[in-house]
């Protein structure tokens, strides 16, 4: 079995090659082929040495191979992940800073800064789809790159390969809830429903046992759950109304004014956006994984975030190797699982995964306080997905109106321009 | 045939009169019942007796019953129609105001301050309901009051009395679009679907032919329905990226921190809000009316806004009185109507009348450029009908977080408390 | 304003022409083209000499052309109006006598019979859609020709122009209904429900008021409906548990047995098939038809069948050259009116149709005693149209085994083989 | 863990006492509680004393209470399963024997006999529901009980108890598939919808890959398929057509006549009823089980029909008592998982169960070629339970009518009449 990773310069990798010698005994991994391009040489050098000296000291009988041939690495490949950032960090900061600027969230998955990541992203994806429908036509594409859901439904729309979006998201929600709950990982299962950043717990089993009206009887498990969205105290009130526990994500959509004055703080205050925080952390990790002595995961890629993200994607490789299978939380095609959203769009949902496919559980139709919420993001995806296969200014301009994030049409018009103009070299379609 | 007005000392009832007198021959009503509460007494009074003067104008045998006394103007009637406002206009000028100082859109339909009409105005329409059930059962309830959608859906979730909300919009745009077209009203038809005061012509047919892609190829055409929205260059994008023609509302959705900064300009420099305005040319209107001599409409009540008004509710009533019917757009039960909408939720869309009742023409799914946006609106107009009716706080800021023109919490919960308690006397429920 | 009739050389046309005069003040028309086919020419002739005597009598300037050139006929068209019985009654003979042989119902619409009458009509009336996309593509194709649901779908599937399914059963069951409550035609209005021949009404309004209710708690309203399916008394339990109006052609669902026992008894006792006598009629009528002295429509047509005809293919081309338009129950597009069948399908309920076109309104689910039987003739179409363009006998298959009429596949497939091979002369596409 | 078997006086019962002892270390059982009625002590004292008998074999420490004290046995209980017969095999020949003399399929479990069967059994089940509401409201109800499915939805509308229909015809099918395709059970895995008995493969994976499209390219393997249907070759069409493996039970479905003429052949030369055949064997299999030598499931068990009948309960209750959970075939609410059947009836399909529960996989919308044919069954399944519920006649006729197997009036109100009265033992509510 060959894994393929491409951006595997990227920090996270030596996490992804500790799980694949943890799960040696059930994932018989011949080789991993590690991909980036020629600006992240130097960072994939770094890594492809150190992840050498893991499997070194595993003793196992895997081959790194590493290069910028992206078709020699997906030839034969059984799995493909994505976790690639068009265009760096250095894009990312404009992400963040342009819609600051114009007074709306800049953020790398949500909002206008989301909206321009995926515009540069998705004509990457496709090319990497549609080499792989002639290299390797039955391989898996577990796409790890932000906004997931939208980058997902994007590959299902345009190509025929087997794919998935994953996130770290609900393995964290998960986990941060069997951890308030003072109980272990295997003592909670939820039922997880949305859009990937933009997603619920809709009930929750403690055991086996349903205590979703239970939990949310008691006010320590409102305030536990208010806290994801911030300390306001109206937190309070929207979770015992909902009855549901948001994803982190959510808070932008609650607190938004609050969140870009922060922003607008960092920016004027000299502290910069998360960018260039990010910046800091990998360069220390960088440092660390450069070090000869250095043969496991250091503790400072815990500072990064990402917490489950190789747990997430190797489980999931487990399933999709096994007969038995088992549950995980990915981004799917719907297929009626929720049913009030379209048949073919793409969904963060409960799936049942072994070697013949993924397919979602039947959810129903979403709860009333959510639905008109998710419809209209999923709206807002549809129209990003539509105007970066075609370079369309008006499908880009409809859907920053029809985020609530933007919705303003004397700042979307400008502010789209802006943020095209900036990108211009990763938006060829669109010049 | 017993027609009741309920707050009739509007201003717009001597347009009703005169339309009731013009369809003497179809529609033969023997009374008309004016009704008003007590701080109204002086306005219903002027009302009751220009209307005498109308009627004896026209020679009919027409009798005018006139007094506070509501249960009494219900028994018998076959029509009663609502056109009241809940705390009249000093409440308007608090709905508009406050929420312009938090920064959010002031508006008496739409926005925070169609929401605190909603909540003072649903007690009220589903005691009157309550009481036709006992008093007149068989009889129709056509509610104008606003936000008639709301309102109306609050009634059939409520009661089992007849009902249709009316709006004058829908004809309005009908009209307007065929004048542009240089056309008679009477050339042109359309495929009107949404939600009131949130609403799109989807097709147009001119004398039988659907010209509607034809007509949206012209640049000029898109011209026309662009300036619904504003001079705003963007709306042309919006337009041409729609291919639908917007209602005049809908450019609080599109452009609502400009409309805020001009709301914030008014207060500021002195001009008021709306409500003063409207209160000033109601004053006018009054003292026209009290004229001995003025027996007809005065031409000063077309500046009142409420355009088509008469006609909308008259050419309802005569389809309602007629075997062989006619097709007009009302807000009704969705009954799959709308096919992506509840089943039992209320919608703007054309409707076959006749004596049989009214029967919502299949319109399918909704666009995907629409589809999020009406299912947020209606997702946030149902948790208002629940605020309305049990007072809930909790549904009340649920409501203000869905809605786009709020949706940040941090300006929700205080603003909810502002509201509330300025219409204190209003909201019973709540307190 | 030209209408065309195909198949003019039936004995329904006088009706049609009857209809044209009468209604000479709303509908202008300035030429009936009748067209034939060579087989045919005798009946024409007699038709066109009895037109052009019918049209002096009324002094009208209306042009009588007729022919065997359809194209010509065809060129210029507003209406075209298809009664044509492909292999005439001779097939229809077949169509009723093979599958009593087999021990199954032969009857002309539904069942063996029905399917292959379409078999034989669907590619005769799709090259009659193709060349109207050519010669007359705004024009309206109203078809007559049975199974009509069946054929208007197949046009709807494979061709754009504009369709409509008529049969005068609607009209039937609303009048006959009216007359059993004593009441006249305007009194009673109907909702109308499901496929041409598999339909039921489902809500009676007598004078605006919805009486379903009360009158299914009559007994002696129970028994007259039950009437319609026969004197068995079980219809009564049927009726009572149902709470519709079936239509007459149900009573071959529900006594399926006893049919085929009497049609056998027919075959056997020399009595004939229905088509045989319909020849009888036929033959009767054209000789009153064909007298110089014939200037009106003879009283003996109404033995023929088809009561309301004229009527409801005339009221509704009115409605279609109206601005204020009716409403009609017509086989159209479903668009979502029956909300659990297919929205491209074609289904008979009520539509409000103007000179904009057919909308039908929407009706909801359908009833849960029913939903099942429809949706299973509804696929047991959808198969027919598919074996009828493609020739496929696999389709043809499915479709017999779906038909509860049929539904053995012992007797399926030898009874499909005999029937192809009766009609091989009109069935190219499967040889 | 206590486990209460209902009707445990059944042949049945030893084999899951095998299958209990076999994963002993899985399922950690404390007590099985055997429970029978009066008429069956004979029966039920042959198998606990042969239970314990394997159980001391086995050396575990299981105990084996029995009884006819049911709720006694149901206090405590973690799953209670259900294998009982109402009026036992004797009324098994009444359902058999009656239908056929009326010249419609008899059979246990479809047509007329089926509804008998429901009709008799689901007070019984509604009763035991109602007692685990009180002594174990958190226990599993898992149905074995035919009709499976609509005994199951009774309870699901009737009831809050968590419970499932189980039936091994799922089991069945994979397994014999897996066979005919020469591989393991586990190499094969497949999607499975439809109703109880009424239920197709619609997709087949083989080793992780999708090869419906390639396997039913082959003719050998349309065949093998056929085969399931009878030896006719029109099921070679059907399947080939259908591109479905179809259960064996849908051959009464395609071949009623044939089906009916056998069984009265049986009946005529004195072979008897299936009810007759199953009685031999049941006495030979007592002998044997009342044996003291007997301490293992003997050979001739296998003769009674109901392979994988243990394996499909326990591999169940296995997943029931994990949290890694497995995918089964199991009658469950639909909510949504066929997207074209109503969310609240029970449909047989793949399902996710761990100790959370059971929740449907998505399925998408039926296959045209048999979604009328299950919304049918599905109609008459939902009028069954209301016929059993309420004793009422009018829906029994109703249910038949719908049924495609009786469908004839004129037989179904005599048949009706004629089961109803030689059940009346058993059908207090319709006497």
């Known amino acids: 079995m060959k894994i393929t990773i491409i951006g595997a310069g990227s920090s996270y990798t030596p996490e992804l ?13 011949d080789e991993i082929a590690l991909v980036d391009i020629e600006s992240g040489r130097y960072k994939l050098e770094i890594i492809e040495a150190f992840s050498k000296r893991m499997i070194t000291r595993s003793g196992l009988e895997i081959r790194i191979s590493s ?72 391989a898996w594409l577990i796409n790890f790159t932000n906004p997931s859901g939208i980058v997902t439904e994007a590959v299902h729309k345009y190509s025929d390969i087997h794919c998935l979006g994953l996130c770290n998201a609900p393995m ?21 429903i ?25 006010q320590n498990f409102i305030d536990q759950v208010a806290s994801i969205l911030g300390d306001e105290p109206v ?5 015992s ?27 004027a205050d000299g502290s910069g956006t998360r960018a260039v925080q990010v910046e800091h952390v990998e360069k220390e990790l960088f440092e660390l994984y450069a070090l000869e002595t250095t043969d496991t995961k250091p503790e400072q890629l815990s500072k990064r975030g990402g917490a489950w993200y190789s747990e997430a994607a190797l489980s999931l490789i487990e399933s999709l190797e096994s007969t038995t299978g088992g549950m995980h939380i990915v981004n799917v095609l719907n297929q009626g699982a929720i049913s009030d959203l379209p048949t073919a769009c793409v969904v963060e949902t409960n799936c049942f995964v072994d070697r013949s496919g993924v ?26 997905i539509e105007a970066a296969v075609r370079g369309s200014r008006d499908h880009a301009l409809a859907a920053m109106l029809l985020n609530p994030l933007i919705a303003d049409a004397d700042i979307a018009q400008p502010l789209l321009d802006a943020l095209l103009e900036a990108h211009k070299l990763y938006l060829p379609a669109f010049f």
Not at 109 to 126: D, E, Q
Not at 185 to 191: G, I, L, N, S, W
């Open 17 to 29: 090659i500790e799980g694949l010698i943890a799960r040696c005994d059930s994932l018989r991994v």
């Open 67 to 138: 290069g910028m041939d992206r078709k020699a690495a997906l030839t034969g490949s059984s799995y493909v992940i994505t976790q690639i950032r068009v265009g760096g960090l250095a894009a990312r900061e404009i992400d963040e800073k342009i819609p600051t600027e114009y007074g709306v969230l800049g953020q790398e998955t949500t909002g206008a800064g989301g909206m321009a990541k995926a515009l540069r992203t998705i004509p990457v994806i496709l090319d990497i789809a549609h080499e792989m429908e002639a290299l390797c036509p039955q």
């Open 172 to 192: 964290n929600m998960q986990r941060t809830l069997a951890a308030n709950l003072k109980l272990g990982p295997e003592d909670v299962a939820v039922k997880y």
């Open 194 to 218: 949305g859009l990937n950043h933009l997603s619920w717990i809709s009930r929750i089993w403690v055991r086996g046992q349903d205590l979703t009206d239970e939990l949310f009887a008691q």
């Open 235 to 239: 937190n309070k009130k929207i979770v």
């Open 241 to 267: 109304g909902n009855k549901l526990i948001p994803s982190y994500y959510l808070k932008y959509f609650y607190h938004p004014a609050r969140q870009i004055r922060d922003d607008k703080q960092a920016l």
């Open 359 to 384: 397919r979602p559980l039947a959810a129903g139709a979403l709860p009333a306080e959510i639905s008109g919420f998710v419809h209209t993001i999923k709206g807002y995806e549809q129209l990003v």
